[in-house]
């Protein structure tokens, strides 16, 4: 499924990141970039836009009341520098509601919250469709950032061996790399941006890709160079789901 956007801010640059973020994001489209609602409006009468990343304030017209004078209106994601439309969003009834800058992670989410919005519009279109079923890679993204000193860095979910909880901070492991990447950041909030299959909470202090186990010994996991504890717990559970049988 793709999405078809309109992306809209009278600030090149903004919109320039805009168009970038929707690039990154295989089942968005960019179809029309524009500077202000006007030519917004002439975008949505010429061409089909499933979802429209709208700035507020612009010249001419605020994007809210853009909004509000379309008869028929496509999915909207706000994105804007002034908190104090957040309440009159809502009323929008859009899907979301981004404050710049935004990191490829929010955008992400964002996005993510359209295409489920998407799929439950075309499902109630059609009641007696059966249902589709969708690519494990369609559930959630390949890939997530984090911040490291002051930048944000990529993270392939598929790259992942294990990741370790320290606090207040985790250590993400990496097949591609020597040193693990260093995250403020718990291993729940890690656990949330993880596929659901694939990946196992081992221990309270570990997260482990299941596929990347080389060997089990005393309630213990080898990967690589690393041992790694198994909670006492977690250790049936484990079994089970490396199909293991006594």
Not at 14 to 38: G, T, Y
Not at 129 to 154: G, Q
Not at 179 to 194: C, D, I, Y
């Amino acid at each position: 499924m793709k999405l078809r956007c309109l992306a809209v801010d009278d600030e090149s640059l903004a919109r320039r990141m805009l168009e970038d973020n929707i690039r990154q994001i295989p089942f968005l489209e960019l179809v029309r970039s524009c500077k202000n609602a006007f030519e917004a409006m002439q975008a949505l009468q010429e061409t089909p836009i499933d979802l429209m990343f709208l700035d507020i304030q612009m010249p001419g017209m605020l994007g809210t009341q853009f909004l509000q004078s379309l008869p028929e209106k496509p999915m909207v994601i706000f994105v804007t520098a002034y908190p104090n439309y957040a309440v009159e969003s809502y009323d929008l009834d859009v899907i979301d509601y981004l404050m710049k800058p935004v990191s490829l992670e929010r955008f992400t989410k964002a996005a993510y919250k359209a295409l489920d919005a998407q799929r439950k519009k075309e499902a109630l279109a059609s009641p007696k469709a059966a249902p589709v079923a969708m690519p494990a890679e369609a559930e959630s993204p390949d890939f997530f950032f984090v911040n490291v000193e002051y930048s944000l860095v990529k993270i392939s979910v598929r790259d992942i061996t294990h990741i370790e909880g320290m606090k207040d901070y985790v250590k993400i492991y990496l097949q591609t790399a020597k040193k693990p990447v260093l995250t403020k950041s718990t291993l729940k909030a890690m656990e949330e941006k993880l596929p659901a299959q694939g990946f196992f909470r081992v221990h309270k202090s570990f997260i482990i890709r299941l596929d990347k186990i080389e060997s089990l010994r005393n309630k213990e996991i080898r990967i690589g160079e690393h041992e790694i504890p198994v909670g006492e717990a977690n250790w049936e559970e484990l079994l089970l789901l490396l199909n293991y049988t006594r």
